[in-house]
């Protein structure tokens, strides 16, 4: 179950997910995360009015992140959807957009 007004959190990566988390709770903003994408499918199953918003950290090299956005859009949910990229600037960013996404960030994070 998602709370009202999440944001959603799916990245394979624990270090860029918990701090995203953090830095989101700091400002009240309620944060569920998850490694995989069928796993957040399943939790969305009736929860769609309750996200505000979903950031996807899953690597963009691989298809599962553009399948996860075009299989939300294709369940109709239409909540932004917001890739964080490792780079590859823009041939991810035109696949990201071309799938349903919103926007892409790139992770600027270095731990």
Not at 49 to 70: H, K, M, N, S, Y
């Amino acid at each position: 179950m998602v709370a009202p007004q999440a944001v959603c959190i799916v990245d394979t990566d624990d270090t860029i997910s918990k701090a995203l988390s953090i830095l989101l709770r700091r400002y009240g903003i309620q944060v569920h995360s998850w490694h995989e994408a069928d796993q957040f499918v399943t939790a969305l199953e009736g929860a769609a009015g309750q996200t505000f918003c979903v950031l996807i950290g899953l690597d963009p090299a691989e298809e599962a992140c553009f399948d996860l956005i075009r299989q939300l859009r294709q369940l109709g949910y239409r909540f932004p959807v917001i890739v964080l990229s490792n780079g590859e600037g823009d041939r991810i960013r035109e696949s990201a957009l071309t799938a349903g996404a919103t926007d892409v960030v790139e992770k600027a994070i270095v731990y």
